[in-house]
């Protein structure tokens, strides 16, 4: 875990032209799908992260040579060696992206020992719908001390058809069930299934490797090969980086264009702000209301008049609750009374308290926050304790007097990969103050040593 800590001060309006990193989360599943090949894959836009540079760690114990190229973003991967199917616990609990080599583990070995996944703690975040969507498609599950054994039955009647409804569209269940599907001769519907574009990308990577999907508006279908072929991808753009960069546009009351972004990831998102007030234009058209579904540019020029609103977050296309809280921080200081609704992930208002400790009025009723905005929000100590709490408390701190010190940084580092840079370049006061710790510097040594291994095998 690193010590250290982000300092923010009340800053100008942010001005100027940033681009936005390939998605993390699509980074890590795309990185874990790898498991299903043999051979060398390369992809492209991977963000550098503390949990992507976790996902390479786990990747090369289970035998993979990896390569990362942190300037380029490219992460070049031979799986051909991969020899082990036990994931060891300590790995598996730094991050929720661990528990998603699962499925490919077992399409390649026939089982997988792996534990309960660690990650941000906003909710229990069960793993019984993986478990159980993998039972029906004929995998045997065991508790053996800390792990979960995870191990296919020969001769089941998988090989013939499996129909696995999802009581909620399950973001990692649905990534999951679909990775073990791909490889084998069975058919597979997932109905209610997680549509999220970071789902889309995993499948755009599966269907180049060669894999049968097909996806409809509330299922997905998918007849299983006997090979998967190595790929070269491009990730998709992160949208919740982009939402975070419009927001601090939006609550320094500036003027930022976010450059490679899919508008049409962000719709509700984008809707919401311009409900606001703030004008919102894609490339294409600017300061206009219409948009093409694959723009390449965002800019957000903030009202001096904003107006507070209501959102709801939910499965995609609704409201992202990975954008909640960083929302929050902007309706934190809009006069009058906004009201946000998490239905996602039942822990994920402690953002509230530590914006309470600033100055925000807030009234917490179960899942719902009800923001009364006040004029001025007020520098502090405050705590991150996940990812997109840290993104808030940045936010928050922007548009705060005096100087804001947020610590559980690790958050921060584990989601982002130098955001706090990019809007330093737009013009904000934030400086992040930090240590590589011994085991991260080892960390990369090893990965540099399996990189040139790789390179000098080419
Ligand atoms: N759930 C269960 N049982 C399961 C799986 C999920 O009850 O077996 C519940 C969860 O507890 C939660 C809800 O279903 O209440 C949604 O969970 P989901 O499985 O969709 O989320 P996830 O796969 O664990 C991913 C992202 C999250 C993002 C959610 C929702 C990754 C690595 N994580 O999590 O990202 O919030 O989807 O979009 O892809 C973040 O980046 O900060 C982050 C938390």
């Known amino acids: 875990m690193k010590s250290g800590y982000l300092l923010v001060k009340k800053s100008p309006p942010l001005q100027g032209t940033v681009t936005v990193n390939g998605a993390k989360n699509a980074a890590l599943v795309i990185m874990a799908s790898q498991i299903l090949t043999s051979g060398t894959s390369t992809l492209e836009n991977i963000p550098n992260s503390a949990d992507v540079r976790q996902m390479i760690t786990l990747l090369q114990d289970l035998g993979a040579l990896v390569d990362f190229d942190s300037q380029k973003k490219r992460l070049i991967v031979d799986t051909t060696t991969i020899n082990n199917y036990q994931v ?14 699962t499925g490919p583990l077992l399409a390649r070995f026939g089982q997988a020992k792996v534990a309960q996944p660690g990650g941000c703690i906003i909710g229990q975040r069960l793993i019984n719908y993986h478990l159980a969507g993998l039972k029906k498609m004929g995998i045997q599950i065991k508790q053996e001390e800390s792990f979960i054994h995870a191990q296919r039955i020969e001769n089941n009647l998988y090989d013939k058809q499996s129909r696995i409804t999802l009581e909620y569209p399950s973001v990692g269940a649905t990534e999951n069930l679909m990775m073990y599907a791909v490889l084998g001769s069975g058919k597979t519907v997932i109905i209610n299934p997680a549509l999220e574009p970071e789902v889309l990308d995993l499948i755009d990577v599966l269907k180049k490797m060669g894999a049968h999907i097909d996806v409809g508006c509330s299922s997905i279908t998918i007849i299983g090969v006997n090979k998967l072929d190595p790929v070269t991808h491009t990730i998709i753009p992160d949208r919740l980086e982009a939402g975070a960069l419009l927001l601090a546009s939006a ?22 702000l311009r409900e606001v007030g703030h004008e919102v234009a894609t490339a294409s058209n600017l300061f206009d209301e ?4 694959q723009t390449t540019s965002i800019t957000l020029k903030a009202t001096h008049t904003p107006r507070p609103i209501s959102i ?4 995609y296309p609704s409201f992202p609750t990975d954008l909640q809280a960083p929302m929050s921080a902007l309706l934190a200081s809009i006069d ?17 308290k530590e914006l309470e400790k600033m100055g925000a009025q807030i009234e917490l009723k179960h899942n719902t926050a009800l923001i009364r905005g006040v004029e001025q929000l ?12 840290s993104c808030a408390l940045a936010l928050a701190g922007l548009a705060a007097l005096g100087q804001t010190k947020i610590i559980g940084i690790h958050h921060w580092l584990r989601g982002y990969d130098g955001l706090e840079q990019k809007l330093q370049m737009l013009g904000a006061d934030i400086k992040l103050f930090y240590e590589v710790e011994k085991e991260e510097v080892l960390t990369l040594k090893k990965t540099s040593r399996k990189l040139s291994n790789l390179l000098s095998n080419e």
């Open 312 to 315: 709801k977050t939910g499965p």
């Open 378 to 389: 007020y520098g502090c100590e405050v705590i991150a304790t996940d990812i997109r709490t």
């Open 290 to 293: 219409t948009q093409s579904s």
């Open 336 to 352: 009058g009374i906004s009201s946000i609704e998490e239905t996602v992930f039942e822990n994920r208002m402690v953002h509230t």
């Open 88 to 101: 060891r616990p300590e790995l598996m609990n730094k991050m929720r992206a661990s528990i998603l080599v």
């Open 251 to 272: 609550i320094t009351g500036g003027q930022v264009t976010v450059d490679n972004v899919r508008a049409d990831h962000l719709d509700l998102f984008l809707e919401k």
